[in-house]
């Protein structure tokens, strides 16, 4: 989505909740926990994927995308269908999206990952973007990747 920024991603903690599971040092009933709420946002609101559940491996997970911010008022907290978020980028200027992946067989749930999204992050470099600032950027982002190695 092109308004998204500041992106965080929990594949570590999720890695880190699962090795946890395996060593037995947590149950399957600690981390398969997910509430009724989060089940019924996951069935009317969820974005199906090809991907398995890691821990029952019979389901596909589910995401579901919370949404929170002040400009939301009493929407603040609910779960959003992937396609309405465009939507609402381009009304609000900012808001923050929580992507939860939940297994409707077992009730694994854990946080994939959080992004804002809005307005604002359109400012500045929308389609005004140079080729000398895209260069740039991608150079940074490969000296990254090369510092990760
Ligand atoms: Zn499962």
């Known amino acids: ?77 609910q779960a959003r269908t992937l396609t309405e978020l465009p939507v609402l980028a381009m009304t609000l200027r900012e808001f923050q999206v929580f992507v939860v992946e939940v297994c409707l067989g077992c009730d694994w749930n854990h946080l994939v990952e959080q992004y804002l999204l809005g307005r604002d992050g359109l400012t500045g470099d929308s389609d005004g973007t140079s080729e000398q600032d895209a260069a740039g950027a991608e150079g940074t982002s490969r000296r990254r990747r090369e510092a990760q190695r």
Not at 29 to 54: I, M, Q, W
Request: with cysteine; hydrophobic share 30%.
């Open 1 to 77: 989505m092109r308004t998204q920024r500041q992106v965080v991603d929990y594949s570590l903690q999720k890695r880190a909740v699962l090795r946890e599971l395996l060593a037995g040092r947590v149950g399957t009933y600690d981390v398969c926990d997910a509430s009724p709420y989060l089940k019924n946002a996951a069935r009317f609101h969820g974005e199906p994927t090809d991907r398995r559940c890691p821990i029952c491996r019979s389901e596909n997970l589910t995401l579901v995308h919370y949404i929170y911010g002040d400009e939301l008022k009493q929407s603040a907290g």
